[in-house]
């Protein structure tokens, strides 16, 4: 059941700085150590990330959700879904340029190993391209929730959203899952399809970030 004390709705482009930090703070022991593995990212870099945010809402049609409590206005958790579709309307799917141009690799942070972004980049998009091929889905790219805010169901509220609309389009959803994430996503419907490991230590790094890849079946009639 949602919990009633908190509210999720689209994050406003002016919001994007806010859920910049949220993100930021609570990636730091983990997506950090690959998007920052130099160091504390400084504000110039933090800027571009709230920027990107913001032309992700306005421009590109990036589903970003905020979940706020409603006792405080606090955002306590976030999410980051896209509906990976055909661009031809009434098309069922994606030409394989479309799956590629879906694929460019993003420019480094001043504090990113640049090979290692790519490795991450490289695992996540090789076995999207094996997993989905051409199909749309909605994709959930990143769901966080502050630490003092876990287990209210911020993460379920945010997971369901997507599941909705996915079912409403009558498409699978995809997620590369933490193993900390990966229950939760289960009882939402996802399957595990694979487990994959990124090995930091390849590039100065100290761990093996592991990712449980995930997807959820489609329910109903696909709609263009
Ligand atoms: C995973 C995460 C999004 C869950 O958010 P949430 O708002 O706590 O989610 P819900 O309250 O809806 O669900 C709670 C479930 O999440 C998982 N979870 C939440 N906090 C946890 C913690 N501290 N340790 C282990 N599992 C935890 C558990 O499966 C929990 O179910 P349980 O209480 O029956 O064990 C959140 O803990 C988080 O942001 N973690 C760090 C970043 C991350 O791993 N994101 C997922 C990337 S795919």
New binding site residues.
Partial sequence: MPNPNLQISLLKPEEAEQYMRMRHE??RP?VNNILYSRGEPSEKTLSRVTEEIRDGIVDKGILYIKCVDKATGEII?GARWRHVKPGKEGAIERTWDEVEAGFDLPEPFDESHPEMLEGLHDLFNSNKREILGRRPYYCLDT???LPQ????????MLVRWGCERADEAGVEAY????L??A??YARHGFQAVKEVELDLRKWEGKEIMSFILMLRPAKGEQTP
């Fill in positions: 609570v990636f983990t958790a769901l966080v929730t805010h876990e287990r209210r169901g911020a993460g379920s997620l590369e899952a933490s900390m994430g229950p939760m």
